[in-house]
């Protein structure tokens, strides 16, 4: 006899081993910043030794890794499962932190980059859809945001080993975090949506009675995965076409071009000069900073999300993040010098220009702390857990590895045109530029994301489709 007492502590412990690979993902991006210094010295070897056009490289290489894959991803969920996905990126993730450790020459160090880059996309679908498929709804939206917490947590990790740590140390140091979670994940269950697509019918009842206890009525939920039989068939080249696979493919392409669009990069490319401005001299200690305030405002995320919801977070946060920009592009205008010579050289502008850019270093420091809380919030986590959420059974593989793909297309071109947008708008006008996509993001999410709050997926699915909208929870 069951009496539907849910436990959660086994769903919880399954969503937070599977986010050792984005640990070891936001390990990956940070690396460069630290490891760059110590690659840039005079006294490296030679062979080794990075210029600033080498070391841009380095550092945007893992971004055409992460695009390669993310386009194999999606099979890969599809084909070896979710959690043999999450196993299987740690392959790339070794082999590319042992390569960068033991590199010899210039290409050894972009291949490890590149081929770190590729785990790094694997592991961007694959996690956040094994959340959204093992955890309760009513604990999907915390735990989806436990994955932008866990790249959160390796920023700040590698961050912090930066400081003290040879670019050598750095890496073998990586190369441990997809050991531990091969140990670690070997034991938890596949998702029971994927077993029950390929009629592993006892794996799906063993894996929902390890994940929800032995009071709760399993066959309940087995019953609302199978509500859909048609779930299970691959979706024709027409289909995509309809309602039911065209709106969530383009509001998760949306999302993920915002989230990109919502000028990150630039706030972190020029961090270094705010707090600098602001006496803050070390470059290392800035990534700290800036990581420590990332994960904070993560965690709070984790927190509030399931109280308050989706789409008011990320309708609050572009208004937030806008303001933050327009503040900066402000600061921006007056802390830059005149790019005039005659200008530049007149002794008594530059220090009347310095007085006033020292007057308001608060305003700069104030809003990068307040733009990256609330990017943490909302931008940062959500689209990968809407990603995750509103994809039908059939499609999520490919259409995830779409998103995905969308997600690091979107990163590399805001990399690549950073510099070409500061030098065609100049930097107060890069920031004014983002500060309205911020706008529009907020106009897009108002007008075409409905809440996915406490729904289960089935429900979600059900938003999209007009011919299943009848569709009832079972009481």
Known sequence: MTTNKETVGRSILAC???????????YCLAYSSSALVDLSNDQTDPAIRLSDSQ????SSLVT????????????????????GSILMSAVPFELGWLLISFAKNHAMLYAGRIITGLACGVVSLA????????????????LGASNQLAIT???LLSFVLGVVCHWKWLALIGAILPVLLVILMFKMPETPRWSLGKNRRTETLNALLWLRGPEVDIVEELTAIESSPEQQEKPSLREWLSPELAKPLFLSIGLMFFQQFTGMNAVIFNAASIFSAAGFKNG?????????????????????????GRRILLLIASIILAVSQL?????????????????SSDALSSISHSVEASKISWLSVFCLIFFNLGHALAWGPIPWLVMSEIFPLRARGPAGSISVLSNWLAAFIVTLTFNSLQSSFTVPGAYWFYAGWLLLGFVFVYLFMPETKGKTLEEIEALFD??????QPIE
């Open 16 to 26: 937070l081993i599977s986010t050792l690979g984005p640990v070891s993902f936001g």
């Open 55 to 58: 070391g841009s490289w380095f």
């Open 284 to 308: 290392k200690l800035v990534g700290i900073t800036i990581g420590l305030m990332q994960f904070l405002g993560t965690c709070l995320a984790c927190l509030i999300i399931e109280r308050t």
């Open 127 to 142: 996690v956040p859809v094994y959340i959204a498929e093992i955890a309760p709804a009513r604990l999907r939206g915390a």
């Open 327 to 343: 503040g900066l592009g402000l600061y921006f205008e007056i802390y830059i010098p005149p790019h005039d010579e005659s200008q």
């Open 64 to 83: 055409v890794g992460a695009m390669i894959g993310s386009c194999i991803g999606g099979w890969l969920i599809d084909k070896f499962g979710r959690k």
């Open 153 to 155: 947590f390796g920023l």
């Open 466 to 471: 007009k011919n299943k909208r009848s569709y």
